[in-house]
């Protein structure tokens, strides 16, 4: 039989700021372009969550007021589902209003949002409106199995939630030159248990960084080897220039 990636979109009408939905097209191409076959399921409110049927659970940033409307179905309805899938070794990614939700809670106010505890942390809106946002390109080191040395993610954040993350929580990677990260001030940004990725990072993130989707892909798939390799020179020349604005250069 082909072999297949089963990617589940968590809320694409309502969590994809940003160009998010970038990150799902970038991961078909990339399939395509290798002979990899690819499915790509919608999955809302209402909708059942089958922890088994996907290979990759994927939800990307919304402002506020999706992140509430989403947060309860997430929470009563798929929180089960997506622990089981976690815990079999599912990939899951979730970028910034995502990512928090990977959380125990996140507080707007006198408002406390629920997040689906899968990870170790919260977010606390600060106070201040926009001004109190953290805004602009980032670049973070990160480590990760099956990959020699340290190695870039670039991209942009925007996000007036601070996250910190709990004891039992580890970063997805170290903030280099100007960006903020989880806090702006830990210089820790994202959160990484196994296969399961929070991060503030839009871009979107994998156009960007094609080196990470491809990582992902072959992690998602359980395969020992690293992908084959494609023609990146468009792709390379995204992840310098991104580099380049978040102050870190090649
Ligand atoms: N609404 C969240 C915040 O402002 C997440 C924003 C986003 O996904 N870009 O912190």
């Given amino acids: 039989m082909r072999e297949r990636l089963r990617v589940c979109a968590l809320y694409p009408e309502l969590m994809s700021i940003y160009a998010d939905r970038g990150n799902l097209l970038l991961l078909e191409r990339r399939c395509a372009w290798r002979g990899i076959g690819f499915e790509l399921t919608a999955v809302g409110h209402g909708d059942a969550l089958d922890p088994d049927a996907h290979d990759l659970f994927y939800m990307g940033g919304g402002q506020d007021r999706d992140q509430e409307l989403v947060a309860e179905d997430l929470h009563t309805d798929k929180r089960d589902a997506l622990h089981a899938a976690g815990a079999r070794g599912a990939a899951i990614l979730a970028v910034c209003g995502g990512y928090q939700l990977l959380g125990h809670h996140y507080e707007l106010g006198d408002r406390r949002v629920p ?44 996000h007036g939630g601070r996250t910190q993350l709990g004891t039992g929580a580890t970063p997805l990677g170290r903030v280099l030159g100007r ?48 992908m084959s390799s494609l023609d990146d020179r468009l792709e390379d020349a995204a992840h310098q220039s991104a580099r380049r604005a978040a102050g870190v250069s090649a």
């Fill in 115 to 158: 997040g689906i505890g899968l990870v170790d942390l919260v977010t606390v809106r600060a106070p201040g409106g926009t001004a109190a946002r953290l805004v602009g390109n980032v670049a973070i080191e990160v480590e990760l199995p099956g990959i020699d040395g340290v190695r870039t993610l670039a991209g942009f954040e925007n």
């Fill in 179 to 226: 960006g903020h990260g989880n806090d702006g001030r830990s210089g820790w940004e994202g959160v990484r248990k196994g296969l399961i990725i929070g991060t503030y990072l839009h871009g979107p993130l994998l156009p960007k960084n094609v080196w990470f989707a491809d990582w992902l892909v072959q992690q998602a798939l359980g395969r020992d080897e690293p």
